[in-house]
């Protein structure tokens, strides 16, 4: 439906990765990682199944780009910079923040990928979904395509139906497991699986279940699927030295995690794996949704160290 020599270079390679931890054999479970490799670091996991229809409406709609809606640190902006700028396409953001600091490393890295950048204060970018607002933007930018935060819309979750997260190397998985921030992902999972799904929320967002709802088509609304909130901890973006040791354990394992997503998310897996919430024999599939570009910023912040950068983006050997 989208080729071009620009957009080969995006499309992700799907990689699946057996973990082993004496956690999995004590408890005789299974673990799948899977992975979605690209030639352009910041539109790899789940990111570019999550624009690639948003791009097709581009297109479609003779466009210019995207406009869209990201944290100071967010995956989901560079990975719109990043893709927009390899398509020859405009990219526009509002950030939450009172003032735009282009000293960190995420702005700095989507302002040098052309995107034009506005700071939005926390109250007002409350309204990101307000109908009033988002049509006071798009009178705003009227040649640019609105895109939600984090890219959780039908269109992304569309995309994200299109990956099969069930069929391990060695077998069907009896659960898959992602990070829940925006939705989009889940709804995805949901849509293409028919076999239980389970968000991690990393943020604290009552609404989420609601907004995961929205996305499902008709035929999946009576699938089983749930969000557990257990693991949000301090919230969206904290986590604690237990946590920041449990992504380091990971990275001796050749894994390689942040703390804000798929990290924690695997972290909640273990320990739900220890409390003896899966069956023995269970074959668990773990989406790996990328983001490791956040971990420049978390360093930025003082919140890990030049080693941990090192260690945990797999730059230097476990």
């Not at 005789?28 to 690209?38: A, G, K």
Request: hydrophobic letters at 40%.
């Amino acid at each position: 439906m989208l080729y071009s020599p620009e957009i080969q270079l995006i499309s992700p390679k799907q990689r699946w990765q057996r973990l082993s931890h004496p956690l999995l054999v004590q408890h005789r479970i299974q673990l799948w990682v899977c992975h979605l490799d690209t030639l352009v670091p910041e539109v790899s996991g789940n990111k570019w199944l999550k624009l690639k229809y948003h791009v097709q409406q581009v297109m479609q709609q003779n466009c210019s780009g995207i406009l869209t809606f990201g944290g100071a640190f967010s995956n989901h902006l560079c990975a719109v910079a990043a893709c927009c700028r390899l398509l020859g396409l405009q990219s526009a953001a509002y950030v939450r923040a009172d003032d735009l600091d282009m000293a960190n490393p995420t702005l700095a890295f989507c302002q040098q990928a052309g995107m034009q950048l506005y700071a939005l204060d926390r109250t007002s970018y409350r309204q990101r979904d307000n109908p009033d607002f988002i049509q006071q933007l798009q009178e705003k930018h009227k040649t640019l395509l609105m895109v939600p935060e984090g890219g959780s819309s039908d269109a992304g979750a569309s995309g994200i139906a299109e990956l099969n997260l069930a069929t391990t190397p060695e077998g069907d998985a009896d659960i898959i497991i992602c990070p829940t921030a925006s939705g989009g992902t889940l709804a995805g999972v949901i849509n293409r699986h028919d076999c239980a799904a389970l968000g991690i929320a990393v943020v604290k967002d009552t609404s989420l279940p609601q907004r995961v709802s929205q996305l499902l088509t008709p035929e999946s609304r009576t699938k089983h699927w749930q969000i557990n909130t257990n693991f949000v901890g301090k919230g969206y973006g904290k986590f604690d030295e237990a946590l920041l040791s449990f992504c380091r354990e990971m990275a001796q394992h050749q894994l390689h995690v942040e703390p804000i997503y798929t990290g924690k998310t695997l972290a909640a897996v273990f320990s739900l794996i220890a409390s003896g919430d899966f069956p023995e024999n269970s074959r668990l599939s773990v989406f790996h949704t990328g983001g490791l570009q956040g971990l420049k910023g978390l360093y930025y912040r003082g919140l890990i160290t030049v080693s941990d950068l090192a260690l945990l983006s797999g730059s230097v050997a476990g």
